[in-house]
């Protein structure tokens, strides 16, 4: 059984606006804060982004898994690669540049010296933005989308049937993937299984979670194989298809259009045409560690 992800109407203003243009705004602000380094049209964007979600009404119960996981990202990207090693900053920030320690600092009753630059901490302000920017926008899709609507959003959209299709698939893998592993763990445990209590090292309980990855595994293998017998029995993709979920467009989802494409022209008229598409650090940010 396919399910989705946990999608329920909140009569935001998001729920009023064609799915069509809501992914069309998505990819506007993908593309917009992935063509600057400027941290006034970052920070832009950033702004619409705050906007755009805050629209949806998601509360943070509905929202925290997948923000976990963005913490996850965020913290090895900006923590770990760009302000502890510096490597996410490479061939963006020049060489060189004005120490935030440069006498070092004491930790512990010990003189460190750390080589982090005030260009490169700008940079991770910077990274930040541009980042958050972009999972604000697409984190809220999920939770906001009704999963009927998926495959004939993108055949709207101009992709062909079977790739609509596939895309709808593919929105609904995690969750349905989340329910198998969820109901075979149930049912191992009415016969017995507790993983909770397994003893002897990790090795150990490595080897006792087989009994449920390898039924889930099968299942998906077996469950991809049956939706793909099925559709080539019904000769999908063979001609055009109909879908029993319409859209339709009103006034608004223009005007959220007509928003994202002069939003994205903007800013690349901005980076492209007036040279504020490499990274530089404002003045002010200077005068912080002076």
């Known amino acids: 059984m396919l399910v989705a992800w946990n999608y329920r109407y909140r009569n935001s203003l998001i729920d009023r606006i064609d799915p069509r243009a809501r992914f069309i705004f998505s990819f506007a602000v993908l593309l917009a804060a992935t063509s600057t380094w400027n941290p006034l049209l970052l920070a832009i964007i950033f702004l619409f982004s705050i906007l755009w ?90 939770y906001t989308m009704d999963s009927r609507a998926y495959g004939v959003t993108f055949r709207k959209l101009g992709l062909p049937d079977r790739l609509a299709y596939t895309m709808e698939l593919s929105f609904r893998f995690i969750p349905t993937l989340a329910r198998n592993f969820q109901v075979t763990l149930d049912a191992q445990r009415a016969r017995g299984f507790e993983l909770d209590s397994a003893k ?42 109909t879908w029993l979920y319409e859209l339709k467009f009103h006034w608004w989802d223009y005007a959220v259009i007509g928003l994202a494409v002069l939003l994205l022209g903007t800013v690349l008229y901005l980076a492209y045409g007036h040279g504020m598409r490499l990274f530089e650090v404002p003045p002010w940010w200077y005068g912080l560690f002076n």
Do not use: C
């Open 53 to 142: 979600y805050a629209s949806a009404k998601l509360s943070w119960q509905d929202t925290k898994r997948g923000w976990l996981m963005i913490s996850i990202l965020l913290f090895t990207m900006i923590v770990v690669n760009t302000i502890i090693t510096g490597g996410g900053a490479g061939g963006v920030v020049p060489e060189g540049g004005q120490l935030v320690w440069p006498e070092g600092f004491n930790l512990f009753g010990r003189h460190m010296t750390f080589g982090l630059t005030v260009e490169r901490l700008w940079f991770a302000v910077a990274q930040l933005m541009r980042i958050l920017s972009i999972s604000l926008v697409f984190i809220m899709i999920p």
């Open 200 to 241: 002897g090292g990790v090795l150990n309980k490595i080897r006792r979670i087989a009994p449920l990855i390898i039924p889930v595994t099968m299942n998906a293998i077996v469950s991809s194989e049956d939706i793909a017998n099925a559709m080539d029995l019904r000769g999908f993709g063979q001609q055009k298809r």
